[in-house]
């Protein structure tokens, strides 16, 4: 069974800094392609980033391109979120993600249960 344990969360004034953790197991991490998705009040959820099997290749969604930079450390199976320059509307639930294969797009098919980030103005 494949576990995601997300960290980091909290509230920052805007223009702050937070780093966000991932933690997996249930597989070989190495293998596979990681990323992050969000969900603001009573908005949709959304892609934040991924990364894939190796740390080689990244994307970013326009919203946070040049502030949040993911990255990964195979040998602690951990995927991370540095976000800087926050903004207000970057309020929301991150999600740790997972992709089937060392690919970092498609659809993921497992989720954390998610770390609330809260940027006041």
């Known amino acids: 069974q494949v576990q995601l344990v997300e960290s980091g969360g909290g509230l920052v004034q805007a223009g702050g800094s937070l780093k966000l953790s991932c933690a997996a197991s249930g597989r070989t991490f190495s293998s596979y392609g990681m990323g992050w998705f969000r969900q603001a009040p009573g908005k949709e959820r959304e892609f934040v980033s991924s990364?894939?099997?190796?740390?080689?290749?990244?994307v970013y969604a326009d919203s946070v391109k040049g502030r949040f930079t993911i990255s990964r450390n195979n040998a602690k199976s951990t995927v991370y979120l540095q976000m800087n320059s926050l903004k207000p509307e970057d309020t929301a639930v991150y999600y740790c993600?997972?992709?089937?294969?060392?690919?970092?797009?498609?659809?993921?098919?497992?989720w954390g249960q998610g770390t609330q980030v809260t940027v006041s103005s």
């Open positions: 993600v997972s992709y089937p294969s060392g690919y970092y797009g498609g659809r993921p098919d497992y």
């Open positions: 990364i894939n099997w190796s740390g080689s290749y990244t």
